[in-house]
Nanobody, 122 residues
Framework: QVHLVESGGGFVQAGASLRLSCAAS????????LGWFRQSSGKERAFVAA????????YYSDSVNGRFTISVDNAKNTVDQQMNTLKPEDTAVYYC???????????????WGQGTQVTVSS
């Protein structure tokens, strides 16, 4: 069982930065990824970024690649997402999740946090 709690959302203007953090408790197997998904109003939940729980491999969606950076701190049991050059289209509820490494499908991810709102104004 894995318990996830997000923090760090907020309201910013376009071009600004935000850092999301997710506190993870419980056991994550080495082949698991810790990731971020987002869901905008009226849209399906979409993959953003993920990192292998050991912290040695990452992968990103095309829409955020180069702007977002995911990292894991195994000593603190947190996975962070640094979001730079935010755009209005980044506005969404962001969810932390744990699931199989390599997948981008929400259905494959077994554990979810409650979500944190990010709003980017133009």
């Amino acid at each position: 069982q894995v318990h996830l709690v997000e923090s760090g959302g907020g309201f910013v203007q376009a071009g600004a930065s935000l850092r999301l953090s997710c506190a993870a408790s419980g056991r994550t197997r080495s082949r698991y990824a810790l990731g971020w998904f987002r869901q905008s109003s009226g849209k399906e939940r979409a993959f953003v970024a993920a990192i292998r729980s050991r912290g040695d491999r990452t992968y990103y969606s095309d829409s955020v690649n180069g702007r977002f950076t995911i990292s894991v701190d195994n000593a603190k049991n947190t996975v962070d997402q640094q979001m730079n050059t935010l755009k209005p289209e980044d506005t969404a509820v962001y969810y932390c999740s744990a699931g199989p490494y390599g997948s981008m499908r929400p259905a494959d991810f077994e554990f979810w946090g409650q979500g944190t709102q990010v709003t980017v104004s133009s």
